[in-house]
């Protein structure tokens, strides 16, 4: 059983958070009722990526039996069965499929579609553990796009459009992460003396430099684009004041993925990071505040 709950990565399940984008930036934060209309989504979400995890794991088992810290996980360790992984893994993909069709589907306007965001999300994850990922650069361009995903679908269950500034913000956020991923797999592997390319093919057309210049580049793109969304709305003079900690958790961020093996896992770091996690912590209060105060 241990083995199981670890494959299917409770963990991980803190990336669905963004699902919950909308609700926060819609000033819905304080709305019960909005928060029960995404509990299944939520839900559902973290199923579908629980078993795109479990897939994940068998189709590159060979290349993570060959990763430092990947080769611990149960399938490639040989304690858990490839076939009875996928067939789990298509499993809970099924059910949480069937959980977003309960709640949403043929509901009218935009939240009879988050069903469809779901289930192309899981087909992204799929087609990503297949090959997409062994393509250099568009490897985190393409995951970047599973986060877009949990966004719109979020939003569509609370029947609200997501915006640019919404999507535009959390794509260059995760793209930062990503490519700081990128830089914490090239360390690891630099430090264990192993092969480029044994455990993730794509890393063989990436460089020092090229990393450094993409991590820097969103980050640079990720804090201007949120500060000019601060400036954007009508209560932006107070609002302004939350880029404080968001200047604050990328800067610490880019400190990270320049000096720590730890990025390699940022589902990991942001708990091994006091001023990571602090930032993350005040940012998301200021947000749900700020828009319940009254402003002229």
């Known amino acids: 059983m241990k083995d199981w709950i670890k494959s299917i990565r409770p963990k991980h399940w803190v990336k669905n958070g963004f699902c919950l984008a909308a609700l926060i930036f819609s000033g819905q934060a304080g709305d019960l009722a909005s928060w029960w209309q995404l509990i299944p989504l939520l839900a559902g979400f973290c199923l579908l990526s629980s078993g795109g995890y479990l897939i994940n794991d068998a189709v590159n088992v060979e290349e993570d039996a060959c990763?430092?810290?990947?080769?611990?996980?149960?399938?490639?360790?040989?304690?858990?069965?490839?076939?009875?992984?996928?067939?789990?893994?298509?499993?809970l993909a099924v059910l949480?499929?069937?959980?977003?069709?309960?709640?949403y589907n043929g509901q009218p306007g935009l939240v009879g579609w988050s069903p469809t965001v779901g289930l192309g999300y899981f087909i992204?994850?799929?087609s990503y553990s297949l090959f997409l990922r062994e393509l250099?650069?568009?490897?985190v361009l393409i995951l970047g796009l599973g986060f877009i995903f949990r966004v719109v679908a979020g939003a569509f269950?609370?029947?609200?459009v997501p915006t640019f500034w919404l999507l535009s913000c959390t794509y260059a956020v995760v793209l930062l992460i990503g490519f700081g991923k990128r830089q914490g797999e090239w360390r690891v592997i630099e430090h264990s003396h192993q092969q480029l390319g044994n455990t993730r093919k794509a890393l063989t057309g990436y460089t020092p430099m090229v990393m450094n210049v993409m991590s820097i580049f969103c980050g640079l793109v990720a804090g201007g684009l949120y500060l000019a969304y601060c400036i954007?709305?009508?209560?932006?003079i107070p609002f302004i004041l939350t880029g404080i900690p968001v200047l604050t958790g990328l800067m610490s961020y880019l400190r990270l993925v320049w000096r720590s093996e730890q990025v390699d896992a940022?589902?990991?770091l942001l708990f091994k990071s006091p001023l990571l996690l602090g930032s993350v912590i005040v940012w998301v209060i200021m947000i749900i505040l700020l828009p319940m105060l009254s402003y002229d």
């Open 67 to 91: 990763h430092p810290r990947k080769r611990l996980r149960p399938l490639a360790a040989g304690r858990l069965n490839k076939k009875s992984v996928i067939a789990v893994g298509v499993l």
């Open 96 to 103: 949480g499929f069937s959980i977003m069709l309960w709640k």
């Open 124 to 126: 992204l994850t799929v």
């Open 136 to 139: 250099p650069l568009l490897d």
């Open 157 to 160: 269950a609370l029947d609200l």
């Open 232 to 236: 954007s709305r009508p209560d932006g």
């Open 266 to 268: 940022p589902e990991d």
